[in-house]
């Protein structure tokens, strides 16, 4: 009776804390299957869809681990912006064949980094409590939504149509207020 209950915590948190990362990435697709025309556009379109559909799912970090109301607040904030952002995405791909949202490219050595860098992270995060968590946790989305905000950025930057532009150009501007919510969130809980 007790293994049908921690059986699928334990499951639900490994699988919260490899969501938290927000660096493992699938392997590389082969550059041919790539548009000639966007590829950096396509593989920074690829990146954030990764990213934003992991971090979508942080909030459910709270089914494992108590957090302070105000961080809680926070990171369900995050899930919900993440969410909208990985829809808008998709949006986009299902309305342009050329776009697509699996052409991840990476070098072995990065892909190998970030496979270590999200390993560690998860065995952090569950073997934390406290405020040794919560400065953790803080941390692991000011990462993560740096590197959303610029990705988004750079998307738009490389997006040749001028909605998708403006949209992508909203995305990185509300990550950003998000990034910066954390950080002095961080900046509070560290004092």
Same mark, same amino acid.
Request: glycine share 4%.
């Given at each position: 009776? &007790?293994a049908?209950i921690?059986?699928?915590?334990?499951?639900t948190?490994?699988?919260?804390?490899?969501?938290l990362?927000?660096?493992q990435?699938?392997k590389? @697709?082969?550059?041919?299957?790539s548009?000639?025309?966007?590829?950096?556009?396509n593989?920074?379109y690829?990146l954030?869809?990764? @990213?934003?559909?992991?971090?979508?799912?942080?909030?459910?970090l709270?089914?494992?681990?108590?957090?302070?109301p105000?961080?809680?607040?926070? &990171?369900n904030?995050i *899930?919900?912006n993440c969410?909208?952002?990985a829809?808008?995405?998709?949006?986009?791909?299902?309305h342009?064949?050329s776009?697509?949202?699996?052409d991840?490219?990476?070098?072995?050595?990065?892909?190998?980094?970030?496979q270590? &860098? *999200?390993?560690t992270?998860?065995?952090e995060?569950?073997g934390?409590?406290?405020?040794?968590?919560?400065?953790?946790?803080?941390?692991?989305?000011?990462?993560?939504?740096?590197y959303?905000?610029?990705?988004?950025? &750079?998307?738009?930057?490389?997006?040749?149509?001028?909605?998708r532009?403006r949209?992508l150009?909203g995305?990185?501007?509300?990550?950003?207020?998000?990034?910066h919510e954390?950080f002095?969130m961080? @900046?509070?809980k560290?004092?």
């Open positions: 009776m &007790i049908k921690i059986l699928p915590l334990l499951a948190a490994l699988s919260v804390a490899c969501l990362t927000g660096c990435s699938p590389a @697709l082969p550059r041919s299957r548009s000639a025309t966007g590829p950096t556009r593989n920074c690829s954030l869809h990764q @990213l934003l559909d992991e971090q979508k799912n942080v909030s459910m709270r089914f494992i681990k108590r957090e302070h105000e961080v809680k607040a926070l &990171i904030k *899930a919900e969410a909208a952002g829809k808008l995405l998709e949006e986009f791909a299902r342009d064949p776009l697509r949202l699996d991840i490219r990476l070098p072995a050595g990065e892909a190998a980094t970030r270590a &860098i *999200a390993s992270k998860k065995r995060l569950l934390q409590t406290g405020d040794e968590f919560v400065l953790t946790l803080l941390l692991t989305q000011t990462e993560a939504l740096s959303a905000w610029h990705l988004a950025k &750079i998307a738009g930057e490389s997006e040749p149509q001028p909605d532009a949209a150009a995305l990185s501007q509300d990550i950003q207020s998000l990034y954390v002095v961080l @900046l509070s560290s004092k």
